[in-house]
């Protein structure tokens, strides 16, 4: 089945650039999308389309993708971003989603 | 405003089954896809399937084939999940999500989650 590569932790300290990648080999045929989920909460999209953002998010908040590899970027990291990052894509046949397995952001 | 409301918690017996129901309102229910998702205690987002409210057509992750029904009532605007043949591994948060823009793209909107605890 079709799976979706990302780093289990990612650390900052508050102000630096945060950059999680996320590999798939159908990523060149297929966009991916990005959330953010806190402690406790339902997921947020923060990214869809590989790189627009909706309405209410931050522009500090960029995604970009290259081949095999979409990455999320956090410019000037704050301390309530932190939260589990996870990428999503379909795969190239049916069109099943499929999410990576997640990303610890912490930033301190 | 977008909005997902729903049902509450459950607990059920291994082999039991579960249906989990989602509300919709905000929008015209039968022009965006609804899509499920899990979430296992401490554990990462799991794709289960997805609706086309309109038609009802569905696809389903090969994990979840032969296990799980997405059907909808568009009367009530409310998307249900059936998971049938319960185990352990199921114990999970499970959420609705209506896609972002239409045929078939990402979640947008999510629900409150909820909690299915398998037990006996």
């Known amino acids: 089945s079709y799976e979706l590569t990302q780093p289990p932790s990612v650390s900052v300290s508050p102000g630096q650039t945060a950059r999680i990648t996320c590999s798939g080999d159908?990523?060149?045929?297929?966009?991916a999308s990005w959330y953010l989920q806190r402690s406790g909460q339902a997921p947020v999209l923060v990214i869809y389309?590989?790189?627009k953002r909706p309405s209410g998010i931050p522009e500090r908040f960029s995604g970009s993708s290259s081949g095999t590899l979409a990455t999320l970027t956090i410019s000037g990291a704050r301390v309530g971003d932190e939260g589990d990052y996870y990428c999503?894509?379909?795969?190239?046949?049916?069109?099943?989603?499929?999410f990576g397995g997640g990303t610890k952001l912490t930033v301190l | 405003q977008v909005q997902l409301v729903q049902s509450g918690a459950e607990l059920k017996a291994p082999g039991a089954s579960v249906k989990v129901s989602c509300q919709a309102s905000?929008?015209?229910?039968?022009?965006?896809?609804i899509h499920w998702v899990r979430q296992a205690p401490g554990r990462g987002l799991e794709w289960m399937g997805i609706?086309?409210?309109?038609?009802?057509?569905?696809a389903y992750a090969q994990k979840f084939q032969g296990r799980v029904t997405v059907t909808r009532d568009t009367s009530t605007r409310t998307v249900y999940m059936e998971l049938n043949s319960l185990r352990s591994e199921d114990t999970a948060v499970y959420y609705c999500?209506?896609?972002?823009?239409?045929?078939?793209?990402?979640?947008?909107?999510w629900g409150q989650g909820t909690l299915v605890i398998v037990s006996s």
């Open positions: 159908s990523l060149p045929k297929k966009y």
């Open positions: 905000g929008y015209t229910f039968i022009s965006h896809y």
């Open positions: 389309e590989d790189n």
């Open positions: 999503y894509s379909t795969d190239s046949s049916a069109n099943h989603g499929v």
């Open positions: 609706i086309n409210p309109n038609g009802g057509s569905t």
């Open positions: 999500a209506r896609e972002r823009g239409d045929g078939g793209s990402p979640p947008g909107a």
